[in-house]
């Protein structure tokens, strides 16, 4: 590389690199600080520990999140337990929270930023989301604006879209402390079971299911004997036998559920727990489930409350002929089991009575009928099931099928053509041509008077069999072996 080819390369590295930190410049524009101090936070003087009330409100309604003595529960929702992961998050946030721009805006720009109260504004694209923090006597009200969106770098034809990266946020009603910062708050909303603590019952190692509806004759029971095994039919009755395909689902039933939302204060009447679905579920473990299942909701949605109990052998006994060293081993791992065991009993139990309202896949695989789980009559093949009620050699075209109960009459069958013997040699002359000999007319057939909606259909089938059946005539007769040899004399 000679001097002259270097300083092109220096150049040209000089030029990229500049127009990389351009770019990069102009892409963190938004972010950069103006008139703020990167020490500064929105709220100076958060009370991080000592918070007490939260009141979520926006153009949708409002929550209410209480801190008591066993922790934080929703309001809206009869007490019920919050969900703490999601409230330190949004505590968390506030506390750290910094600005990264403070534009100077005045109250007229309020419903361009989205800032505007809720409880005042008309319009409701225009409100902010209004969080307000409670701590002894005093408390911090932030409002939570319209989100700021960063275009994505392009990557195909489709372009990069965009996503949100911060939301103008002010505190109180001062519009000098209006604000852009980096958090998102994607997660706060009014929607009390949006806040709701989600833990739930899981039921494990299945042994037995009995399942209990209104309409007696659909009730089941089924057992197995181990984890890995399949179940079999408790009452069985004659010519019932279970379809291990149909119940195999029945193994993992509720293994990890969720519930959509909690109505306890809903009545019996209104939630069909009055009359409920019935079904009792008992583990390897010792632990017993009683399920009562409602109606559904608008959405689709069930009503379900249940009970448990548990029978914990707190007592290990040890095997025949088991060993010093392994007795201790087995017994530690023994008690942790137990210990286990004694904690979800003891939190599931916190659970047991309320009203919940589940997805309609968790509880559809229990949820069928007696007949749902057993194996069908055995069907024909779907030829024959196509061609029944036809004469031989009849068949419906795709698609259509013969009504239950009606049978054609039988159509006599086409004769068939004798094959065309072998032309002997003449001498000294060409082979004479074998002339096909002509099928037998299709108007000879004489067939018995059909329905009127099927005389069409056996008409084109027979028709379309004699016309085969020239047509290979035909064929073997162009086939025919020819020769201009004289006979050997």
Do not use: C
């Amino acid at each position: 590389m000679n001097q002259k080819q270097l300083g092109i390369l220096v150049a040209l590295v000089v030029v990229l690199g500049g127009a990389g930190i351009v770019a990069f410049k102009n892409q963190k524009s938004d972010w950069s600080p103006d008139s703020s101090s990167s020490d500064d936070k929105v709220i100076a003087d958060f009370p991080l520990n000592d918070v007490s009330e939260i009141a979520i409100r926006d153009k949708d309604g409002e929550v209410n999140l209480t801190k008591g003595e066993g922790g934080w529960t929703v309001k809206e929702r009869g007490g019920y337990a919050a969900n703490f992961d999601n409230i330190h998050e949004l505590l968390r946030t506030v506390w750290e929270m910094e600005p990264v721009q403070t534009p100077k805006v005045g109250e007229s720009h309020l419903g361009r930023l989205k800032l505007l109260d809720p409880a005042q504004s008309d319009d409701a694209e225009k409100a902010a989301t209004r969080v307000e923090f409670r701590a002894g006597g005093a408390s911090h009200t932030l409002r939570i604006g319209k989100e700021h969106m960063r275009k994505q770098q392009a990557q195909g034809p489709m372009g990069g879209g965009s996503f949100p990266d911060g939301r103008y946020v002010m505190v109180g009603d001062d519009l000098a402390s209006i604000s852009l910062v980096e958090a998102t708050f994607s997660s706060v909303t009014s929607a009390a079971a949006d806040w709701l603590n989600k833990d739930f019952i899981k039921v494990e190692k299945i042994k037995s299911i009995t399942y209990t509806p209104a309409q007696a004759t659909n009730a089941w029971s089924v057992t197995r004997d181990s984890d890995a095994g399949d179940y079999t039919l408790v009452d069985k009755k004659e010519g019932e036998e279970l379809d291990s395909s149909k119940t195999s689902s029945l193994k993992y039933l509720m293994s990890s559920p969720s519930f959509v939302d909690v109505a306890n204060d809903k009545k019996d009447e209104e939630t069909g727990l009055d009359k409920p679905t019935k079904a009792s579920i008992e583990t390897f473990d010792g632990f017993s489930y009683d399920l009562s299942i409602g109606k559904q909701d608008d959405k689709e949605q069930f009503f379900l409350k249940f009970d448990v109990s548990a029978k914990i052998e707190k007592e290990r006994k040890p095997a025949e002929g088991e060993k010093p060293e392994d007795k201790e081993k087995l017994d530690k791992e023994h008690a942790e089991k137990v210990e286990k065991a004694g904690e979800k009993l003891a939190n599931e139990k916190k659970l047991a009575g309320t009203v919940f309202v589940v997805s309609k896949y968790t509880v559809d695989a229990l949820m069928k009928s007696r007949g749902d789980l057993m194996k069908g009559p055995e069907k024909e093949g779907a030829a024959a099931a196509h061609g029944a009620g036809l004469p031989p050699g009849l068949n419906l075209p795709p698609g259509m099928n013969l009504p239950p109960g009606v049978n054609l009459p039988s159509v006599p069958s086409v004769p068939s053509v004798p094959p065309t013997p072998p032309v002997p040699p003449a001498p000294k002359a060409p082979a004479p041509k074998a002339e096909a000999p002509q099928a037998t007319d299709s108007s000879a057939v004489k067939t018995p008077p059909l329905p009127s909606d099927l005389q069409k259909v056996a008409e084109e089938a027979v028709q379309k069999t004699l016309d085969e059946a020239k047509t290979e005539v035909e064929k073997a007769a162009e086939e025919a072996p020819k020769t201009d040899a004289a006979p050997k004399q």
